[in-house]
Every structure is written in C-alpha cells, then in structure tokens.
C-alpha cells in the first residue's frame, strides 16, 4: 500500500521547488515514500555521471518518478538527460494539461480547460538522417513515423478522454501535403476512433488549430498529435493559461511514468527560493491520478486554485510578494 517514488530534485530551482512540492505532499499524508536519485549535473558533480544506473534502477523499480528540472550541460558528448529518459523508459505519451487559473496576468483567465497529449518517441525528432551537404547548402533529416507508435498515442489519448469523462479528441494533422507519415498517423487515428463512439472525434490541421488556440481555446478538449507539432502547441497552450510556472508535464510509458515541470532550472533565479513550485505541484496532480487517486489530485488543485485566487503569497513571476516556500505553505493551509 506504501508506495515509493523516485525523486529527482534536479538543477538550479529545482531542490527549491522539490523542497516546496514535498512540503505540500507531506501535508496531505498520503503515506507516499520517497527514494532520492540523481541526474543532471548534481549527478554529474556527485558520481561522475548524468544518468548514473542508481537513477535507472529506482525509477524501473518503482515506476513513477517526481522530477525536477535538469541543466542539460552545453559542449560535445552531452545530450539532453530528459530526452534519454524518455528514450530508455519508453515514455511514449507526453501529457501536458492546460487549464486557465484565476490571477495569472494571462489572456485567458477562465474558460481554457484542455490535455494535450504528444507522442513523445518518434516522429520529426528521431535524430535520424540528419545531414548537411558538404558545401553547406542542402540540410535533411528523416521522419518516422509507426501504426504501433500511432496506435497506442491515440488510443491513450481515447482512453483518456474516457476516464476523465472528456467528451471530444481533437487529431492534430498536417496530411494534406506530409501525406505518407502525418497521413499514416491519421489513417490510425480514425482507426482508433471508431472504436470509441461515445467520444466526439474531430480531425484539424495544424496551421489551422494554431489559429483557432489563439482565437477560442474553448472549444478543445483532448488534442493528440505526433511530436513535432505537439511539441509546439504544448507551449503554446501553457501561454494561453499563465506560461511556465503554472505548466505541467507528464511522461507515460507501460512500465514507468515521470512527471515535471515543463519549464527548466532557471539559472538566473536559481538559489533565491522566489520560483514558482506551482508547476512542479501540478505535476504532483497528475501523479496522484496516476497512482490512482483522483480524489486526492483534485483536493491539491483546489488548494493551488485557491491560493492563487486569494493572491496569498504568490511568487513574483504572478506579480506577488511571496517566495518558493511562503506560496507552497499558503497551499498547503488550504487543503
Ligand atoms: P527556463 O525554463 O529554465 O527559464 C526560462 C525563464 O523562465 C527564466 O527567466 C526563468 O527564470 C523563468 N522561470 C522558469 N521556471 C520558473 C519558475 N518555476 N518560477 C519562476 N520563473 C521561472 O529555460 P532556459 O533558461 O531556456 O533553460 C535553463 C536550463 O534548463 C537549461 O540548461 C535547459 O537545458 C534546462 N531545461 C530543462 C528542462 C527539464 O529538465 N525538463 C526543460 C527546459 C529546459
Ligand atoms: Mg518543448
């Protein structure tokens, strides 16, 4: 019944707004163990490694992860740790809520209430047949996408929809003119679809759903979509919703799951204790409905909604005079 996590407190803001999620956690006694590993640079600097197998181990033994922003660091030999993560553990959904929230300064205060889901393994960022003629002038990469890969994004995008009592997918396209690989995923995607009659499937084509984001994000609920564009449109749906401190993420594979904080470590507040652990509480949320308790996600957005709407303590990034810690207490009084 007492289930462990793994923690990675991560880089810069991270151990902060680790402290603050947990405080808050803690104080919702859900009997939650934490095991703490490491990556990123306080890897690097401690083992000699950024991905040491302790990490791995931890997170295959306990399947869910609660990670903090990791400082991917810049020269040859160094790829990004997040992207390895979700290569090694077969993260293959990458589900991103956008939900309005009072007070934020954001353009839509209320209304927005959205889950993209990105397929996160394949598509254009497989880093395959990258090229660059030799005289500099001609540049290609290949794109790939799978029945398989396409198949079980949608289908938990489907299945999503169902248990969360969503009533509308919308599939996210560009098959007009990337006809073989956006027109596989969406030849899937109606596959897919017909199987769930009581879900409203409607398909848009990307340029387009920019667009209509922009002009009446009402009107979405479930969007799934192949990397590339889901990439894009997450960050665009975090901005129509309060930007990076109020963004969550999580990455959902068979045997593992890791949920973060979109946003990364932030150098130039790291250490300051005024970042906002709001994103990384969301995550939080997201976690709790994975482990099976809805009830408990709810209770802990609720507080986060609270606070916000009573303007207690909020960090500086929403225009307060709170900190990291202040804001995470004003929470935690609330639920
Ligand atoms: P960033 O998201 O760290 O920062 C962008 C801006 O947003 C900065 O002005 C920062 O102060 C602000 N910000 C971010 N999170 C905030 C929070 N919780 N509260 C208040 N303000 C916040 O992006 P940047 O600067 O491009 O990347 C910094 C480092 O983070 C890089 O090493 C990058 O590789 C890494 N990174 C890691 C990610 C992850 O682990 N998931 C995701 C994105 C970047
Ligand atoms: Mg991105």
Redesign the pocket.
Known sequence: QNQTITVIR????GPE?MDAALYVLDAMKLGLQYEEADA?MAALEKHGELLPAATMDSIRRNRVAL??????PVGEGFS???VELRKRFDLYANVRPAKSFPNTKSRFPSGVDLITVRENTEGAYIGEGQMTSEDGQIATLTQKVTRKGSERIVRYAFDLARSTGRKKVTVVHKANILKSTSGLFLKVAREVAAQYPEIQCNEMIVDNCCMQLVMKPEQFDIIVTTNLFGDIISDLCAGLVGG??LAPGANIGADAAIF??????????AGKG???????LLAVGQMLDHLGKPDEAARLRHAIVATLEAKDSL???LGGEGNTMSFAKAIAGRL
């Open positions: 991560g880089d810069g803001i707004i990123g990670k903090s922003p990791l400082t991917t990004s740790i997040n990076l401190g973060e904080a979109v946003h990364g470590s932030a150098p130039d507040i005024i970042a906002n652990p709001c994103a990384l960090t500086p990034d």
